[in-house]
């Protein structure tokens, strides 16, 4: 589903990403993990087409980003760091209008739209204002943007930034689910947000794959103890 072959991204002289290659399969739920500044934004920032690789080629969905970026984009669902909300709407209005951005058929409208509001337990929210939400409601909604056209790819770059306990979990086990159903590449910060969901690990470090791994693999034992995912995290990304 997402294919990335030998890619460079230069800012100036610098190579925020410098000649990485990669294959992520059908139903995979992969985390991406890195310290700031590893260039796992600029990253997906090229998966979804917002920016173009310096060098290298990038297929997702089957489709080469080069040629056919459009095509690509309505099989992905990409949630930002800062969800892109209109703070002037109600959920409802904004589902609407995300909708029908991302070419969701007119009949299907109310029916999509009641799904992703139950989803991402958004139903007693639905006409309030967004500017009067909470920062977790305001994800959730984010999230329900990303998720309404039913793409095949899921990028999600911290989405439980700013939730309480109870919504994490809420929006774990919305991820959980659509394995096999989806791709999805999930980039947080927060390590055992990924050992509970993910089942492969990719870690950035200055521009270049450390380690690329089930995450069994990754968290093996070593003389005679398991590895935790931040010994393994920080043992790759500290020189």
Known sequence: MITVQNVTKLFGPTAAI???SLEIARGEIVGFLGPNGAGKTTLMRMLTSYLPPTKGKVVVAGYDL???SMEARRRLGYLPETPPLYPDMTVKTYLKFSAKL????????HKTI??????CSLRDVQNHTIATLSKGYQQ???IA??????PEILILDEPTNGLDPQQILQV???IKNLEQKKTVLLST??????????KRVIILNKGKIAADQPLDVLLQKSMGKTVTLEEAFLKLTTS
Request: aromatic fraction near 0%; charged fraction near 40%; hydrophobic fraction near 40%.
């Open 140 to 142: 959730r909604v984010g």
């Open 66 to 68: 080069s040629k056919n």
């Open 18 to 20: 410098d000649d990485i």
């Open 189 to 198: 910060h927060i390590l055992p947000e990924i050992e509970q969901i993910a």
């Open 172 to 174: 774990r086990n919305l």
């Open 114 to 119: 009641d799904r992703v509001l139950e989803e």
């Open 102 to 109: 991302k070419d969701v058929e007119h009949r299907l409208l």
């Open 145 to 150: 943007q990303a998720i309404i056209h039913d």
